[in-house]
């Protein structure tokens, strides 16, 4: 069955913290996607990965398929980083799955 | 700047009526995706088309939802009739395939009464 769990459901940090987002599926993936969901709704996609690692500003996404983990990092958070963060691996077909999401909120 | 664009927006609407929603993709994206989300069950997949043909619709209600693409600008999700259990924001997204992100509408916010 393909799983995904992204932990932590909620997060709280103050501005300027390191900020680690994890996500963990049951199988071989084809690819990873990491989105952002704002609070006015829209959705964004942030990364999508298969291997490595990425980085996009103060955005860094690393997959490890060996240990089917992937990790979102934010350095020097921001209040405007307060979004819902949301992990969607491939399972071999072009269907994401979706996780639960995290609720990251940061304090100025 | 390129964007895929839906409507409408909102949409209330009461049960048994017609509930037609439209997307337009990214000019040359040959992929089309509609998603659902709701509180209780987060994003889900409904179907999905590629060339505007229909690669996989096992995610919606056979009996009162359907999907199609008129031609490669225009992808329509439509139900018939709708459901209080239907209410829920309703996402398209489009782009070129598995190895390649996916660009958002910005959703339909469907209430059904």
């Known amino acids: 069955k393909n799983e995904v769990e992204q932990s932590p459901q909620n997060l709280t940090a103050q501005e300027g913290e390191f900020i680690t987002i994890n996500c963990s599926y049951s199988v071989g993936i084809s690819a990873l996607h990491w989105l952002q969901q704002h609070p006015g709704g829209g959705i964004v996609s942030l990364f999508m990965?298969?291997?490595g690692k990425k980085k996009h500003g103060r955005l860094i996404a690393t997959i490890n398929i060996q240990e089917k983990h992937s990790s979102l990092h934010i350095t020097a958070s921001h209040p405007r980083d307060s979004a819902v963060y949301i992990c969607a691996p491939n399972f071999g077909n072009e269907k994401l799955t979706f996780g639960t999401g995290t609720r990251l909120t940061i304090i100025p | 700047d390129a964007r895929v664009t839906q409507t409408p927006r909102h949409k209330v609407t009461e049960m048994g009526q017609e509930v037609t929603m439209r997307c337009q993709p990214i000019l040359g994206h040959n992929t089309v995706f509609w998603y659902r989300q709701t509180m209780m069950q987060g994003l889900e997949l409904l179907a999905y088309f590629r060339n505007r043909a229909p690669l996989d619709d096992s995610g919606m209600p056979k009996d009162r939802f359907s999907a199609e693409m008129p031609d490669a600008t225009l992808a329509t999700l439509k139900i018939q009739p709708s459901e209080p259990r239907d209410s829920a924001v309703y996402f398209c997204?489009?782009?070129?395939?598995?190895?390649?992100?996916?660009?958002f509408g910005p959703g339909t916010r469907l209430t059904v009464t």
């Open positions: 990965l298969s291997s």
């Open positions: 997204a489009s782009g070129l395939g598995l190895s390649y992100e996916q660009y």
